[in-house]
């Protein structure tokens, strides 16, 4: 079955750049999105296919995906980003996919 | 305005069926593009996808628990509907639905989950 693998956790001091990874077989092959989710909130999905943001998500979330990984950037990152991010792709059996998360801390 | 509503048991026991509906309002899966997905989360754990229903009816499983999946709609509802046989302790989690978005791509479709609901916890527990 399709995996994606994204580091547990990454830390990033207020103002400076977040990079996020998630790696998978030929994932730049496929589109992936990428998911927010704060402490007893639902997901809020902040990146989809690749690099497009939905209304309202701020200029700070970019995403890339090329070769085995996809890559989101939380640029000037904010206290209030601090959350768990998700990737996700469809495999080629179009089942959803998501990577294991990463914890982002703003220290 | 788009918004989805799980619910279902709170507590289940090992072996017995789980029956979940998602209400939502806002769209129709009548609409051509239009899919809603279940996805879970175990406390403290990832999120999980479990399945996928299109507009036209088109079914899609996660690969480890399809045996275990029935994904149906009521669109004069506005309702989607899963059930997942055979519960274990194992399975209690967080249960997610989320709209789900289809836009033609390079003669396919991409699809990404925009929306979603609260979500509805779920104990398996004799």
């Known amino acids: 079955s399709y995996e994606l693998t994204q580091p547990p956790s990454v830390s990033v001091s207020p103002g400076q750049t977040a990079s996020i990874t998630c790696s998978g077989d030929?994932?730049?092959?496929?589109?992936a999105c990428w998911y927010q989710q704060k402490p007893g909130q639902s997901p809020l999905l902040v990146i989809y296919?690749?690099?497009k943001r939905p209304s309202g998500i701020p200029e700070r979330f970019s995403g890339s995906n090329s070769g085995n990984t996809a890559t989101l950037t939380i640029s000037g990152t904010q206290a209030m980003d601090e959350a768990d991010y998700y990737c996700?792709?469809?495999?080629?059996?179009?089942?959803?996919?998501f990577g294991g998360g990463t914890k982002v801390t703003v220290l | 305005q788009v918004t989805l509503r799980e619910s279902g048991p709170a507590l289940v026991k090992p072996t017995q069926t789980l029956t979940l509906t998602c209400t939502f309002s806002?769209?129709?899966?009548?609409?051509?593009?239009?899919?809603v997905s279940w996805i879970r989360q175990p406390p403290g754990k990832a999120l999980e996808w479990l399945a996928r229903?299109?507009?036209?009816?088109?079914?899609y499983y996660s690969t480890s628990l399809k045996t275990r999946l029935t994904v149906s709609k009521d669109t004069s509802k506005n309702q989607v509907v899963l059930t997942m046989t055979n519960m274990d302790p194992v399975d209690a989690a967080t249960y997610f639905c989320?709209?789900?978005?289809?836009?033609?791509?390079?003669?396919?479709?991409?699809?990404?989950?925009?929306?979603w609901g609260e979500g509805t916890t779920v104990i398996v527990s004799s």
């Open positions: 989320a709209r789900t978005s289809a836009i033609p791509v390079a003669g396919d479709f991409y699809y990404y989950m925009d929306v």
């Open positions: 806002g769209f129709s899966l009548n609409t051509y593009g239009m899919c």
């Open positions: 229903i299109d507009w036209d009816d088109d079914k």
């Open positions: 030929k994932l730049g092959d496929k589109y």
């Open positions: 296919q690749d690099t």
């Open positions: 996700q792709a469809w495999d080629s059996s179009a089942a959803g996919v």
